[in-house]
């Protein structure tokens, strides 16, 4: 029984994997915009969306160590090598590329992409509780 209930939902857990990776991004967008030379960065959700239902996990990202205090570190994820910078096509003076309209379009979308997924999970364990009880 739980193997099938997991096999139902693993397209609905891979896809809010990917949902809340690209809400994180958009958000940190967000709040880079007045960020000299930030660039803005989404991914393509079906492109993540196929990688993380097909087991794929990308490169591992790592972090630069410029220093000798720094730490080294490495993030494993199947999403974060799927990121890919936005090109704009009026950056600002300062080199930042983050166009609050795209972005609060972006985030609003992708949250309520992330709420339907919600509530079908949310609808499946409500019917599953239903056919156990009766």
């Known amino acids: 029984m739980t193997n099938r209930l997991d096999d ?3 397209i609905q857990r891979a896809a809010l994997g990917v ?3 690209r809400q994180e991004l958009l958000a940190s967008n967000i709040a880079n915009a007045d ?3 930030f660039k ?3 991914i393509d959700f079906r492109d993540a969306l196929a ?3 097909a087991g794929r996990k990308d490169a591992s990202l790592g972090l630069s160590v410029t220093a000798r205090g720094h730490l080294g570190g490495s993030m494993e994820s199947k999403q974060a090598a799927s990121a890919r910078y936005r090109t704009e096509f009026q950056p600002s003076i300062d080199g930042n590329t983050v166009n609050m ?3 609060r379009a972006a985030f609003a979308e992708n ?3 992330l709420e339907a997924a919600l509530s079908f999970i949310n609808g499946s364990f409500k019917s599953q509780q239903l056919a156990l009880s009766q």
């Open 111 to 113: 949250a309520l992409r």
């Open 8 to 10: 139902q939902l693993s």
């Open 51 to 53: 990688g993380a239902v």
């Open 40 to 42: 803005a960065r989404d």
């Open 19 to 21: 949902l809340t990776y």
């Open 101 to 103: 309209d795209i972005e």
């Open 35 to 37: 960020t000299p030379h």
